[in-house]
């Protein structure tokens, strides 16, 4: 739900600057399937909020009264991006000016991405809490700007954005693509897979840049969670980036790719200097070492979407139609569910890699869960909860455009229809 506005977005506007109703109808369509995700985003949201109350109610009461200003400007963020989005509706084809009904989907956008970055600012307060003075376990002085605004919110807010917008652009290029092996290569799924792909490559590149810099922040902040990350147990200078292998009972790492000085310019752009290794903490602080095959696959995926998608620009750049061969919309297909998937690795890298603190060095996660026996009981009731809603959503979905497919709506609206089978 965060890219996607953008996406729309970007389509209404080619279709502007271009005078192409296929756009547009790109945009259109786009649109009618991202109401359905804010109407599940309703419902999600508010299970979370209570997640956090009944599961969390120890890190509540103290995180709560210094980090609760995101959390309230969160949900005014999602308001004004419904409205608007609902505004942004009703009045397709209503204005003159086809710009200013362009205009409206900006709020939705500036919505969507407000409220990804309200909500991480709180994550990231988990990561470098501050804001705020501990006296005789009492909190004290507390400062809510400093405590939203603390040093992991730019690489972490940037990071999470820029990879929603990324994943979007993969699962809306991913529809394109089947359509296209399905045998429907109508100009309207071209211009698609055009457009996801080229905005794919750029936020990729964003993607890398931010990566790198998220590097440099665990290397000043939790060296210990970039050790447990990259297999680094001793101490060194000209440190390697240790890619995949297995580690033995006496902590040897066997079958890895090592990439020389890779970890050492990761952590601070200097292929020459020191990397704190995890012989430098005690054993109870500091991550499970299987969050190394967290951030490998993360990693490794963001590398194969970045790939893809420059494979499909440079075909275009060659006027080659091997942007439309078999293999290569396989590839974008399975870029869809891969990008969804490395932003779960991500966010499990990003709280195991924290253990095990849920307050990084104030409050231990045991200390800040329930205490309660029913725990079980509210594990099955929120597993029932998103079972419900991921299966209803899917056949809202289905049914909606099942019912009104892409050539129908093309006819209706007296668009002309081209089809070639190139």
């Given at each position: 739900g965060v890219g996607v506005p953008l996406m729309i977005a970007l389509a209404e506007w080619m279709g502007i600057r271009k005078n192409d109703e296929h756009y547009r109808l790109l945009a259109r369509r786009w649109a009618r399937g991202f109401v359905v995700t804010v109407a599940v985003g309703v419902v999600t949201g508010t299970a979370i909020g209570l997640q956090l109350n009944l599961l969390w109610p120890n890190f509540m009461q103290l995180a709560g009264q210094t980090i609760s200003l995101p959390l309230f400007m969160e949900v005014f963020a999602f308001f004004f991006e419904a409205i608007f989005l609902g505004i942004y509706l009703y009045t397709w084809d209503r204005f003159k000016s086809k710009f200013r009904h362009f205009l409206l989907v900006i709020p939705v956008v500036i919505g969507a991405s407000f409220s990804a970055f309200f909500i991480t600012t709180v994550n990231a307060f988990m990561n470098a809490p501050q804001g705020f003075e501990m006296v005789n376990g009492v909190i004290t002085d507390i400062n809510p700007i400093a405590a939203m605004f603390n040093p992991a919110t730019p690489t972490k807010t940037a990071h999470v954005i820029i990879t929603c917008y990324l994943t979007s652009a993969f699962v809306l290029g991913m529809i394109g693509a089947v359509k296209m092996l399905k045998g429907d290569?109508?100009?309207?799924?071209?211009?698609?897979?055009?457009?996801?792909?080229?905005?794919?490559?750029?936020?990729?590149?964003?993607?890398?840049?931010?990566?790198?810099?998220?590097?440099?922040?665990?290397?000043?902040?939790?060296?210990?969670?970039?050790?447990?990350?990259?297999?680094?147990?001793?101490?060194?200078?000209?440190?390697?980036?240790?890619?995949?292998?297995?580690?033995?009972?006496?902590?040897?790492?066997?079958?890895?790719?090592?990439?020389?000085?890779?970890?050492?310019?990761?952590?601070?752009?200097?292929?020459?200097?020191e990397v704190t290794g995890l012989d430098q903490f005690a054993e109870e602080d500091t991550a499970p070492l299987f969050v190394h095959y967290l951030f490998d696959s993360m990693v490794i995926i963001g590398m194969y979407l970045a790939f893809v998608s420059f494979l499909y620009l440079a075909f275009s750049w060659k006027k080659k139609n091997w942007m439309?061969?078999?293999?290569?919309?396989?590839?974008?297909?399975?870029?869809?569910?891969?990008?969804?998937?490395?932003?779960?690795?991500?966010?499990?890298?990003?709280?195991?890699?924290?253990?095990?603190?849920?307050?990084?060095?104030?409050?231990?996660?045991?200390?800040?869960?329930?205490?309660?026996e029913h725990v079980d009981t509210m594990l099955y009731m929120f597993i029932g909860l998103y079972a419900l809603l991921g299966i209803s959503s899917s056949i809202v979905l289905r049914k909606m455009f099942k019912d009104n497919p892409v050539a129908q709506e093309l006819e209706q609206r007296g668009i002309e229809e081209r089809r070639d089978q190139s």
């Open positions: 290569r109508h100009v309207y799924h071209k211009k698609a897979l055009r457009l996801t792909m080229t905005a794919a490559f750029i936020f990729s590149i964003g993607t890398v840049i931010i990566g790198d810099f998220s590097g440099k922040y665990l290397a000043e902040y939790q060296p210990e969670k970039l050790a447990a990350a990259e297999w680094h147990f001793e101490t060194e200078e000209n440190a390697p980036l240790v890619v995949g292998g297995l580690l033995s009972e006496n902590g040897e790492v066997n079958y890895a790719l090592e990439i020389p000085y890779a970890l050492s310019i990761l952590a601070h752009g200097d292929p020459t200097a439309h061969h078999k293999l290569l919309l396989w590839g974008i297909v399975a870029g869809g569910p891969l990008s969804v998937l490395a932003i779960e690795f991500g966010w499990v890298f990003a709280e195991i890699g924290r253990q095990p603190w849920i307050l990084y060095e104030i409050m231990r996660t045991p200390e800040g869960a329930t205490t309660s």
